[in-house]
């Protein structure tokens, strides 16, 4: 089961997009076969302000899409901390709400399915999934098609 702490800094998600992204997150993890307790959060920003973030942690001055943040990555000089009594922290997903809405016209489908498909993407990242190279690329893209069909959330 997955803990979610939703944060609309945009106000304008609805409680069906955060039903539907609850609801995508978990059905993702049981398709990846994880039963683990995880916890994630989820904040929703303007394009200025994943912009700021992308800047301040990617050194790209462009707004983007969406930003994924893993707990699990360690760092030079982190150790890893476990604890059986602790859900697994898997980080933050930052999705700017623009962005999508200008992704789901220029694909040709709605602003839930390029919502959905975000929210997937940016879980596997959190997961260790990447796509730098083809091979990574092909098992990342594919696990999110599959994902993303298997839930009914179709272009």
Do not use: W
């Amino acid at each position: 089961m997955l803990t979610i702490d939703f944060i609309d800094e945009t106000k304008e998600i609805t409680e069906s997009d955060i039903e539907l992204i609850e609801n995508l997150l978990n059905f993702s993890l049981g398709q990846l076969g994880i039963e683990d307790e995880c916890e994630v959060s989820v904040t929703f920003v303007t394009n200025e302000r994943i912009q700021e973030i992308n800047r301040e942690y990617r050194d790209k001055d462009q707004p983007t899409d969406v930003i994924s943040f893993a707990m699990e990555e360690l760092g030079e000089d982190e150790v890893e901390i476990t604890n059986a009594n602790m859900p697994r922290i898997l980080g933050d997903i930052i999705i700017s709400v623009q962005k999508t809405k200008e992704q789901a016209i220029e694909y040709g489908h709605s602003f839930r399915r390029e919502l959905g498909f975000l929210a997937v993407h940016s879980l596997l990242h959190l997961l260790g999934y990447d796509h730098m190279t083809e091979e990574d690329e092909k098992e990342m893209f594919g696990l999110q098609k599959d994902i993303l069909h298997e839930f009914g959330l179709k272009r």
